[in-house]
């Protein structure tokens, strides 16, 4: 049996609090080519979620401590469709289908969510990365967090 307890995400938090991304994660799947991906994710407020699709797999979101605002943008990738608040003030449970350009931004220290994707894991090719986001370390990364934080639908980052 797999649990995750209060303790298990303080402690996820307090990692993520340190790491130079923001973001740490526990894996219930045995193994990165399992056919299905379950993982608790924490990510502090600065944490950069690079706007991406997930072609091959609907993604599933569970808060289970925390806030933060999914951001959906169009087909292309580019121009902001909608923006959802999940966890405190908002839904617990969130599906997406796949092939879905989106975002993520973390509104609340402590935010741990839980994802369920189809396997085996891959590293997000560069096609399924949105071309116009800046990548993690670029100097652009704060200006894209302060777009995220405050877009609304029609929005597009410049």
Same mark, same amino acid.
């Given at each position: 049996?797999? +649990?995750? +307890?209060?303790? #298990?995400?303080? #402690?996820? &938090?307090?990692k993520?609090?340190?790491?130079?991304r923001?973001? @740490?994660?526990h894996?219930?799947?045995?193994q990165?080519?399992d056919? /299905?991906?379950?993982?608790? /994710?924490?990510?502090?407020? #600065? %944490?950069?979620?690079?706007?991406?699709?997930?072609? !091959?797999s609907?993604?599933?979101? /569970?808060?289970?401590?925390?806030?933060?605002?999914?951001?959906?943008?169009?087909?292309?990738?580019e %121009?902001?469709? @909608?923006?959802?608040?999940? =966890?405190? !003030?908002?839904a617990?449970?969130?599906?997406?289908?796949?092939? %879905?350009?989106h &975002?993520v931004v &973390?509104?609340?220290? !402590? %935010?741990?969510v839980?994802?369920?994707?189809? =396997?085996?894991?891959?590293?997000?090719?560069p096609?399924?990365?949105?071309?116009?986001?800046?990548?993690? =370390?670029d100097?652009?990364?704060?200006?894209?967090? @302060?777009?995220?934080? !405050?877009?609304?639908?029609?929005?597009?980052?410049?």
């Open positions: 049996m797999k +649990t995750l +307890t209060q303790q #298990d995400l303080a #402690d996820l &938090s307090a993520a609090a340190c790491a130079p923001l973001r @740490a994660h894996n219930l799947h045995e990165l080519d056919g /299905i991906q379950r993982l608790a /994710i924490a990510m502090e407020p #600065d %944490t950069y979620v690079r706007p991406h699709r997930h072609p !091959g609907p993604e599933l979101l /569970i808060v289970l401590n925390g806030a933060l605002d999914w951001i959906e943008f169009d087909a292309a990738g %121009t902001v469709v @909608a923006r959802h608040r999940l =966890g405190e !003030g908002g617990r449970v969130f599906e997406m289908a796949a092939n %879905t350009w &975002s &973390s509104l609340q220290p !402590g %935010t741990v839980f994802e369920v994707k189809r =396997g085996p894991y891959q590293p997000i090719p096609a399924d990365l949105a071309a116009w986001a800046p990548a993690e =370390g100097a652009r990364v704060a200006d894209m967090l @302060a777009f995220l934080r !405050g877009c609304q639908p029609g929005a597009r980052f410049a």
